[in-house]
Nanobody, 122 residues
Framework: QVQLVESGGGSVQAGGSLRLSCAASGSIFSINAMNWYRQAPGKQRELVAT???????NYADPVKGRFTISRDNAKNTVYLQMNSLKPEDTAVYYC????????????????WGQGTQVTVSS
């Protein structure tokens, strides 16, 4: 099996910074894209940022210029550096990874972490 474990959430004042981490472990053969999503109360889950296995990145418009996604392939870990945080960034943040797992799922499969709360106060 494959597990994703997030860490780094918490409470911060507007303008502050947080760094989220998500480590994948288990029977991993390869990891393709790694992503961060978020879900605010009463809203749908939305994609925040993506990083491919080659290091290409993409961001949702609300976080461009403030958030940076990166990954350490040796550690099977993805990061989200969040700067200039705003109250509207308050949400549960989830990581996901498209993983080929041998022998469990020998094809690309989207695994999810349990989520970590980020609260930004004004």
């Amino acid at each position: 099996q494959v597990q994703l474990v997030e860490s780094g959430g918490g409470s911060v004042q507007a303008g502050g910074s947080l760094r989220l981490s998500c480590a994948a472990s288990g029977s991993i053969f390869s990891i393709n894209a790694m992503n961060w999503y978020r879900q605010a109360p009463g809203k749908q889950r939305e994609l925040v940022a993506t990083v491919t296995s080659g290091g290409s990145t993409n961001y949702a418009d609300p976080v461009k210029g403030r958030f940076t996604i990166s990954r350490d392939n040796a550690k099977n870990t993805v990061y989200l550096q969040m700067n200039s945080l705003k109250p509207e960034d308050t949400a549960v943040y989830y990581c996901s990874a498209v993983v080929v797992s041998i022998p469990t799922r020998p094809y690309p499969y989207d695994y999810w972490g349990q989520g970590t709360q980020v609260t930004v106060s004004s």
